[in-house]
């Protein structure tokens, strides 16, 4: 595990961050602190050590998204480098990324501390930090289209789940009133 110092100060805010959300909506503390600090351990991994640690499905040919590679080999290596073996962290930090259709809560306070910590300095990333501490699943949303929005502007290739994710937490909101 190495990670550029500018990445450990991000990974620290976003443990804090969970930490905090994690309080407010009745999640376990502790883990969400574990789950923000350990995110992002494989994101400056250079390709040839990340991909002994992806799943054996995902080739790089037929996966074009290389800049999620690091949420999908880090519960390995978190696994072999430092013996720890918790599938609600596993969970969370294999989302970070992309989101997913099924998002737990725990997902969703892990998702939205990276997008939104403090060191986040894009004009909505106070909103989303603010909303998501009165309702967890407004500020997922939020931070879910801040994240679709930012590929969309830049061209980039948006993961299917992402999308997957958006569908089905939108649909719920709009269900309930509570998006418009
Ligand atoms: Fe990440
Ligand atoms: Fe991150």
Redesign the pocket.
């Known amino acids: 595990m190495v990670l550029s110092p500018p990445r450990v100060a991000?990974s620290l805010r976003?443990a804090e961050e969970a930490e905090h959300l994690a309080a407010v909506h009745g999640e376990d503390t502790f883990r969400a602190y574990l789950a923000g600090l350990l995110?992002?351990c494989a994101r400056d991994l250079p390709w040839e050590t990340l991909r002994e640690f992806l799943p054996p499905y995902i080739q790089e040919s037929d996966f074009p998204i290389p800049e999620i590679f690091h949420a999908l080999a880090a519960p390995a290596i978190i696994e072999r480098e430092l013996g720890l073996r918790d599938f609600r962290i596993f969970r969370a930090i294999r989302w970070?990324a992309t989101g997913c259709e099924w998002m737990s809560a725990f997902d969703k306070v892990v998702f939205v501390a990276?997008i939104a910590e403090p060191g986040r300095d894009f004009p909505e990333a106070r909103e989303i930090r603010q909303r998501a501490y009165s309702d967890l699943r407004v500020g997922y949303i939020l931070a879910l289209r801040a994240k679709i929005e930012y590929l969309l502007r830049t061209y980039g290739v948006i993961a299917l789940e992402s999308l997957r994710s958006w569908n089905r937490e939108i649909s719920m909101l709009r269900k309930e009133g509570k998006m418009l």
């Open positions: 991000h976003v995110h992002d970070h990276d």
